[in-house]
């Protein structure tokens, strides 16, 4: 998998803001979608308060790896590792939108994925609610999922 990449999708998908502000569910955050916690320094500060880049790359880069764990346990690790980058890709972005407990629900779509069927897990993945709500974004991963 590369990081970088997903760096760069993610930030396209989710944005990315130097700045805190609050969410569409009015949680505190900044960067690329990163919630803040009480552990962030940035906690209690107010909307609008500058956030370098560092801190940014830091907040991201502890959240991806969240993500990469979250999908080794969710697939287990034996699994997950023998994806392809490509895979494994589409599947951090998946985690790091909808986190463990909604990406567990796509049943179809794990069960094929752990079949290595490519084509099957993203015509499941189409069929969900996650697809109707971030379509743009679901269907350009769903289309990369099944060219793999």
């Known amino acids: 998998m590369n990081r970088k990449e997903v760096y760069v999708q993610l930030k396209a998908d989710e944005g990315c803001e130097f700045?805190?502000?609050?969410?569409?569910?009015?949680?505190?955050?900044?960067?690329?979608?990163?919630?803040?916690?009480?552990?962030?320094?940035?906690?209690?500060?107010?909307?609008?308060?500058?956030?370098?880049?560092?801190?940014?790359?830091?907040?991201?880069?502890?959240?991806?790896?969240?993500?990469?764990?979250e999908c080794k346990v969710l697939y287990k690790e034996d699994a997950w590792d023998k994806f392809p980058g490509e895979v494994q890709e589409i599947l951090v972005n998946m985690m790091f939108n909808m986190g463990r407990p909604r990406l567990q629900k796509f049943r179809k779509m794990n069960a094929a994925l752990l079949k290595g069927d490519w084509e099957t897990a993203a015509v499941e993945g189409r069929d969900s609610q996650w697809h109707k709500q971030v379509t743009n974004r679901a269907e350009r991963l769903m289309t990369r999922l099944e060219k793999v």
């Open 19 to 69: 700045k805190i502000y609050k969410d569409h569910l009015g949680y505190p955050t900044f960067g690329v979608g990163h919630l803040i916690l009480e552990s962030d320094p940035e906690h209690g500060e107010e909307d609008g308060t500058r956030v370098s880049e560092e801190r940014v790359f830091q907040a991201f880069d502890r959240d991806l790896e969240t993500s990469i764990d």
